[in-house]
């Protein structure tokens, strides 16, 4: 089973909102990562877990803050977000770190208004 | 600046042919090469990994990888029209960053 599930599908939300994504896997894998992905282009890198611990931040707003409550959860809280923001949202897992293949969920459109 | 270039295409094709992405980086350390497919809307699909010189094969799949030339491709063998998407070159560059090309584009013809 390589699946990665996340939620919501879609998201539509204001810019005085707080939501959280969702992404949960039972591989046993021990990183996990959020990607950002706009129309047309590839996914771009926004926070790597590694065994839990945040490993990178590739210097994204702190309107956005990840979390990882356990080994197989891994949380995007969204607050305070710019129309600009809209993408859709990915969250992948590997077995220790990039270098394995990542798995993708089937990630979350995101609408800020 | 590590970098991972693909034509954007579209490449189109007709089917039954034979369909040759290309990609090419720019970090002669990079250890592992992915090929994932995205159909509109939806999220990217592992479709091959390597990681050794010399071709890999799975099914109607051929990933190439070259590392002296630093370029790594994609063959696919009988296109049909389910394969029509865009294909993403990812390039694994060491401390957990996976540098994505920005796809090429397939379109088989019926």
């Known amino acids: 089973d390589t699946e990665v599930t996340q939620t919501p599908k879609h998201l539509v939300m204001g810019m005085t909102n707080k939501k959280s994504l969702k992404c949960e896997q039972h591989?046993?894998?021990?990183?996990m990562y959020w990607y950002k992905q706009k129309a047309k282009k590839p996914p771009e890198l926004m926070f790597v877990?590694?065994?839990?611990?945040?490993?990178i931040n590739e210097s994204v707003p702190s309107r956005f803050s990840p979390e990882c409550p356990n080994s197989s959860l891994l949380n995007l809280h969204l607050h305070a977000l710019q129309p600009e923001d809209s993408a859709l949202y990915l969250c992948?897992?590997?077995?220790?770190?990039?270098?394995?293949?990542?798995?993708f969920g089937p990630g979350t459109r995101l609408l800020v208004l | 600046q590590k970098e991972v270039e693909q034509n954007s295409g579209p490449l189109s094709v007709p089917e039954g042919a034979i369909a040759s992405l290309n990609c090419t980086y720019s970090?002669?350390?990079?250890?592992?090469f992915f090929w994932y497919r995205q159909y509109s809307g939806k999220s990217p699909e592992l479709i091959m990994f390597?990681?050794?010189?010399g071709d890999k094969e799975d099914g109607r799949f051929t990933a190439q990888l070259n590392k002296a030339s630093q370029y790594v491709s994609l063959l696919i063998r009988d296109s049909q029209p389910s394969d029509s998407a865009t294909y993403l070159c990812?390039?694994?560059?060491?401390?957990?960053?996976?540098?994505f090309g920005a796809g090429t584009r397939l379109f088989v013809k019926a």
């Open positions: 992948a897992s590997s077995q220790r770190d990039s270098q394995e293949t990542q798995y």
């Open positions: 591989m046993g894998h021990r990183a």
């Open positions: 877990y590694s065994y839990e611990k945040l490993s």
């Open positions: 970090d002669r350390g990079s250890q592992s």
């Open positions: 390597i990681y050794s010189n």
């Open positions: 990812a390039v694994y560059t060491g401390g957990f960053k996976t540098i």
